[in-house]
């Protein structure tokens, strides 16, 4: 069975101070690994697909990378409006569900 | 604008009531998700649908039934069997070939 655990669940920034979050997971044949930015209340924003390990992508102040067991969203120098929870999911070889992972919850203090 | 609407956007429910919670989508996508979130834990998959008049069980379907008669609707009921209804319910929609599923705004559910 397909398995995400991310980590740490919680994490406290100051302004300016860049910090990375996993994202682990164990799939039958990955078909797409995705980021999301979810703020409360609210519903989901997509951010990034990473498919192939060493595939990268940017936007900016978050870029995410892919290894073929975990993958990495990098905050550089965020900001207070960079405070969100980020979620990860994988798609596997099967119909086509997603597997989330239960978040990381960022918090940046001015 | 193309998007995911849900309504309400704040759901109350007696004990023993059903509910039906509204998802529509102007983008054209054949798939719909349904999914639940509680707190501390990733999001849920309750029913999802790949074409108009067909849907099938996620994870955590039972105590909640769907229907599919429109493209680009697809209503959730929470049921007076679904023993701890009070949750965050999310809607998603997918283009078939497209990785990618988008969300809608949710809706919460509290049961009095």
């Not at chain 2, 849907?55 to 680009?72: C, H, L, M, P, T």
């Amino acid at each position: 069975e397909d398995q995400v655990t991310q980590s740490p669940e919680a994490l406290r920034l100051q302004e300016g101070e860049s910090s990375s979050l996993n994202c682990s997971y164990t799939v039958s044949g990955l078909r797409g690994l995705f980021w999301y930015r979810q703020d409360p209340g609210k519903g989901p924003e997509f951010l990034f697909t990473l498919y192939s390990a060493g595939e990268e992508k940017e936007k900016e102040r978050l870029k995410a990378t892919l290894t073929k067991k975990e993958s990495f969203l990098h905050i550089t120098a965020p900001k207070p409006e960079d405070s969100a929870t980020y979620l990860c999911a994988v798609r596997s070889d099967s119909w086509g569900k997603f597997q989330f992972g239960a978040g990381t919850q960022v918090v940046v203090t001015p | 604008d193309g998007g995911i609407t849900q309504s309400p956007k704040y759901l109350f429910r007696k004990e023993g009531q059903n509910v039906t919670l509204s998802c529509e989508q102007n983008l054209n996508h054949d798939a719909m998700y349904w999914y639940r979130q509680d707190p501390g834990q990733g999001l849920r998959l309750i029913y999802y649908s790949q074409i108009v008049n067909d849907f099938q069980k996620g994870d955590i379907a039972e105590g909640y039934s769907v229907s599919r008669e429109k493209k680009e609707s697809f209503p959730l009921t929470v049921t007076s069997a679904q023993k701890n209804p009070t949750a965050f319910y999310l809607c998603a929609s997918q283009e078939l070939g497209v990785n990618e599923q988008f969300f809608g705004p949710g809706t919460r559910l509290t049961v009095l």
